[in-house]
Structure formats: C-alpha cells, structure tokens
C-alpha cells in the first residue's frame, strides 16, 4: 500500500516537473513588477524634462519684457503668463513662486555685503563695520534689495516650482513625493542710460 502510495507520488510530481502549462504567468509575475518600474520612472523623468524646458521658455520670455521700463506696471501680468504656460503642463496641486532681486551691476549678483570680520567667526556681529550696499539698514548675505529695482539695475529673476509626481512609485526607489525645478535668469533693466547707483553707508553690525 505505501509503495503504491509512493509510486502515484513520484508519478504526480513527475507530471508536474514536465507541464509548462502556467509558466508565461509566473515568469511575468517575477518581471512584470520591475518592467512596470522601469516604465513609470522613464515617463517620469521625461515629464520632468519637458517641464523644466517648458519652465525655462517662459522664463527667459518673461525676462525679456521684464527688461522693458513699462515691467514695473505689468509685473502681475508678466507673472501671471509665466504661471499658465507652467500650470499648462504640470499636475493639479504645483506651487509657483517668483523672487526678484534687484543688483546695482551684475559683479555684484549674490555677492554678501563685505564687512571686517575682526573676531575671525564668520559672522557680522559685535559692533564690526561693513558696507550697506543696499542702504537698508542691516548686513546681508546679498548685497541685492527685493523687486525690480530701477533703471538699469540688474535684476535676478528667479521661479521656483514644486509639484506631486505623476506616478507612485517614488516611495519604492527613494525619491521624494515632489519634484522642484526652478529656472534662474539675470537682466539689465531700461532704460540704460540711467539707473540707482546708490552710494554704500558704512554701519556697524549688532
């Protein structure tokens, strides 16, 4: 009795070992995951890429009519361009910020305020001078004051996005759930024959 129970075993599993009935599914199962990974990320990144094309487009447009004398009286119209053109092709939910930082001359964009750092920390404090570049009161890390400045100012525009992926699949590889692109752009502002060119105020730091 057991031999035949043995016999009717061993002829189960030798059945079995020769069937290939199912095994298109199951290797499907063990690829299928990781082909459909791949293909997410792939369309991902080729949307972040249009979208940063399409962000760059519209900034460096903005910033040729940003360059005009007439900008300070269409800022909010000039942004507002640049908004749809972006919010045209990105998701429902994307955060669009602008920053403009107005410089006497471009050697100066990003440049901090210089000051004696005479107790060698690193830092504007305990009574040392520096240059007021900007005539506001305080030391800053950029020499630049907030908007579009004046005639023949030079001005750094920048725009900053944030929006959800298209696909979930950013928790299983370790990117994060938003994607930030921001396009940076730097102009002299009209008419050029005039302009700030305001004198720094030697202060001291707190």
């Given at each position: 009795m057991i031999r035949r129970r043995l016999f009717i075993a061993r002829a189960v599993l030798r059945h079995l070992r020769q069937n290939?009935?199912?095994?298109?599914?199951?290797?499907?199962?063990?690829?299928g995951p990781v082909l459909i990974l791949m293909l997410m990320g792939l369309?991902?990144?080729?949307?972040?890429?249009?979208?940063?094309?399409?962000?760059?487009?519209?900034?460096?447009?903005?910033?040729?009519?940003?360059?005009?004398?007439s900008a300070a009286t269409s800022q909010t119209a000039l942004d507002t361009r640049v908004q749809d053109q972006i919010r045209a092709v990105m998701p429902n939910g994307a955060t669009i910020t602008f920053t403009k930082?107005?410089?006497?001359?471009?050697?100066?964009?990003?440049?901090?305020?210089?000051?004696?750092?005479?107790?060698?920390?690193?830092t504007c404090n305990g009574g040392e001078p520096y240059q007021d570049e900007n005539n506001n009161g305080i030391w800053d890390v950029y020499r630049g004051q907030s908007g579009l400045g004046t005639a023949r100012d030079v001005m750094l525009y920048t725009t900053n996005v944030?929006?959800?992926?298209?696909?979930?699949?950013?928790?299983?590889i370790g990117l994060p759930a938003n994607v930030t692109l921001s396009a940076t752009t730097v102009l002299r502002r009209q008419p050029f024959d005039q302009g700030s060119n305001?004198?720094?105020?030697?202060?001291n730091c707190p």
């Amino acid at each position: 009795m057991i031999r035949r129970r043995l016999f009717i075993a061993r002829a189960v599993l030798r059945h079995l070992r020769q069937n290939r009935e199912g095994a298109t599914l199951v290797e499907f199962a063990i690829v299928g995951p990781v082909l459909i990974l791949m293909l997410m990320g792939l369309f991902d990144i080729a949307h972040t890429q249009y979208t940063s094309a399409v962000l760059y487009g519209a900034v460096q447009k903005a910033s040729r009519d940003y360059t005009l004398e007439s900008a300070a009286t269409s800022q909010t119209a000039l942004d507002t361009r640049v908004q749809d053109q972006i919010r045209a092709v990105m998701p429902n939910g994307a955060t669009i910020t602008f920053t403009k930082t107005a410089f006497d001359d471009f050697k100066n964009v990003n440049e901090r305020e210089e000051w004696t750092d005479t107790n060698n920390n690193g830092t504007c404090n305990g009574g040392e001078p520096y240059q007021d570049e900007n005539n506001n009161g305080i030391w800053d890390v950029y020499r630049g004051q907030s908007g579009l400045g004046t005639a023949r100012d030079v001005m750094l525009y920048t725009t900053n996005v944030t929006y959800p992926r298209l696909f979930p699949m950013f928790g299983m590889i370790g990117l994060p759930a938003n994607v930030t692109l921001s396009a940076t752009t730097v102009l002299r502002r009209q008419p050029f024959d005039q302009g700030s060119n305001q004198s720094p105020t030697v202060r001291n730091c707190p």
